[in-house]
């Protein structure tokens, strides 16, 4: 079951003005269930995205990045069952070929569409059950379409995640919904995850790239399941307009910063859902990492933390084996670090403990405490690096009998 998140509740999805979303069963991989979802955009709409690292990265990314280029984006199509990965030649023809027919359906040009994809690597995707499924996803087209779409992204996610924001730009109420979907092979930079935020605030296109790319890094390139880089991750900002206020074009105007605070609070959610429903998750975690050189630093620390299986297992288990959590920050790669200086503490929000202090254990760290912590579903691993004033956080989950289970069925 996920760690502490709720369940969506379709009367609290805002419609965002200038999108509306439909779902259809599609049978790309399998039978009776949602596994393509059509967004359609009002003219004037513009969107930013950025893309996983992996240099095997799928079809549709590669698409999507050109697309984007051109601008003028009026739809997006995503399958799930597939990801269309590793596919060459033809798996690039069949993500335009569906950016072809989501263009015959809706009337627009197949530049203005933007393919994502989701599954199992290595398999070609059946581009005519896609296209047969195109006239009930058309059909079902609605502005308060967001239940249904973050039901129909899903692949080994056991819930679904969206949720909404509203703020005040100009007077008038602006409103933000997103959805995400992954659970395993979640490593940032992206990881096997779509991320899709929608905005009615009108937004320059230079503003909305920075933007993007801003909330990823605080968000979507903060979190980590497994340490598996995927090769199809999406996190798209639109922006459609549709709320009549002036276009934010200023990054130090207040309607920018209070745009900023709330697209990036939302990403954070969005993002933290997908570690809450890690696969197998039982516990959700926080590597905070403190007085570093730099962010880039702090984040090498906590990443090395975070990554370990061997800490993720003794999460799992309750176990207080915290030296595994030395060794980890040991080996994380700041060759000089004074590990003399080092403090570490446990907490559960409720209550922190140090656990390790001058090159040891802490003289106050009595086990009891730490296995009283390590019993709680939210669990915040603390530390200080005493190099600087630099700090980060991850976000991630322990590792459980069921991730092996997933992972070994999730073919079949």
Known sequence: MPVNLPLPVADQLLPVRGVRLGTAEAAIRKLGRRDLTLIELAPGSRAA??????????????????????????????????????????????????????????????????????????????????????????????????????????????????ASRQIQIGGKTVTLTGMSKGA?????????????????????????????????????????????????????????????????????????????????????WLAQAIVRDGEGATKFMSIVVEGGQSVDECRQVAYAVAHSPLVKTAFFASDPNLGRILAAIGYAGVTDLDVGKLRVWLGDGQEEVLVAEQGGRAASYAEEAGARIMKSAEITVRADLARGTAAATVWTCDFSYDYVKINADYRS
């Open 184 to 268: 395993g092979m979640i490593r940032p930079n992206m990881a096997t995850m779509l991320g899709f935020l929608a905005t009615d605030a009108a937004v320059s296109q230079p503003l909305l790239n920075a933007l993007v790319k801003e909330a990823a890094d605080r968000s979507f390139n903060s979190i980590t399941v497994d340490g598996d880089t995927s090769t199809n991750d999406s996190f798209i900002l639109i922006a459609t307009g549709a709320a009549g206020v002036p276009e934010i074009s200023a990054a130090d105007s207040a309607d920018y910063q209070t745009l900023r605070a709330a697209v990036i609070d939302l990403a954070v």
């Open 49 to 162: 995205g950025v893309f996983t690292q992996n240099r095997f990265c799928a079809a549709p990314v590669t698409v999507c990045k050109a697309h984007l280029e051109q601008g003028g984006i009026r739809a997006l199509v995503i399958n799930t069952g597939i990801a269309n990965a590793g596919t060459g030649e033809l798996g690039i023809a069949n993500a335009r070929a569906s950016c072809e027919a989501v263009a015959g359906a809706l009337g627009i040009a197949a530049d203005e569409v933007l393919p994502f994809s989701t599954g199992v690597i290595l398999e070609h995707l059946p581009v005519a059950k896609l296209v047969a499924g195109l006239p009930a996803a058309k059909a079902a087209l609605k502005a308060d379409g967001w239940f249904e779409a973050c039901h129909a992204i899903m692949t080994t996610d056991t819930q679904p995640k969206c």
